[in-house]
């Protein structure tokens, strides 16, 4: 079992990162579980819409809320997101060797979202791939007691991390 994460510097780059590296992982045969974020423009809004797709062949699981254009509020469907977490909960049983969580945000930094899941996949064995911001990474590091290694944010990294690499 092992633990990493990585950070980007732009916001819009993690998800589709994370997404392009869990199809590689899946394509080359590694048993996922956990989920990776899509996001989807919204012509009358500059925000987009958020789904969350269950590794490794979904579902998937709109964890945004539409509060309207005017609305700065988090748009996080908190319901949505804990049934996102069950989902890869259960997948995490059926016998997966890597984890990954898209983002260790808001809900994992304050003790719920992904947290459990996490550590019932290290206990298990699994390998833990977390996505994180600078924001909530200090939360991380609290978390894992300093064990989480930092991954430069290319796919090729992750890949070899993982052992997923180009044949």
């Given at each position: 079992m092992r633990l990493a994460y990585t950070m980007t510097d732009g916001?819009?780059?993690l998800d589709p990162l994370l997404h392009e590296v869990a199809l590689?992982?899946?394509?080359?045969?590694?048993r996922l579980a956990g989920i990776v974020q899509v996001n989807h423009d919204r012509p009358e809004t500059e925000r987009c819409d958020m789904d969350a797709i269950?590794?490794?062949d979904g579902p998937v699981i709109r964890i945004s809320q539409s509060l309207g254009p005017a609305a700065?509020?988090?748009r996080l469907d908190a319901a949505a997101l804990e049934a996102a977490v069950a989902a890869a909960e259960a997948r995490l049983s059926e016998g997966a060797e890597l984890l990954i969580v898209n983002?260790?945000?808001?809900?994992e930094a304050a003790g719920r979202g992904f947290r459990p899941v996490i550590a019932a996949a290290l206990e298990a064995g699994a390998d833990v791939l977390v996505g994180?911001?600078?924001?909530?990474?200090?939360?991380?590091?609290?978390f894992t007691e300093g064990a989480a290694e930092r991954l430069p944010p290319r796919a090729d990294a992750l890949l070899a991390w993982i052992g997923a690499g180009a044949d």
């Amino acid at each position: 079992m092992r633990l990493a994460y990585t950070m980007t510097d732009g916001s819009r780059e993690l998800d589709p990162l994370l997404h392009e590296v869990a199809l590689a992982a899946i394509a080359r045969g590694r048993r996922l579980a956990g989920i990776v974020q899509v996001n989807h423009d919204r012509p009358e809004t500059e925000r987009c819409d958020m789904d969350a797709i269950v590794l490794p062949d979904g579902p998937v699981i709109r964890i945004s809320q539409s509060l309207g254009p005017a609305a700065r509020g988090c748009r996080l469907d908190a319901a949505a997101l804990e049934a996102a977490v069950a989902a890869a909960e259960a997948r995490l049983s059926e016998g997966a060797e890597l984890l990954i969580v898209n983002k260790f945000g808001k809900q994992e930094a304050a003790g719920r979202g992904f947290r459990p899941v996490i550590a019932a996949a290290l206990e298990a064995g699994a390998d833990v791939l977390v996505g994180v911001n600078p924001m909530n990474r200090d939360a991380l590091e609290a978390f894992t007691e300093g064990a989480a290694e930092r991954l430069p944010p290319r796919a090729d990294a992750l890949l070899a991390w993982i052992g997923a690499g180009a044949d």
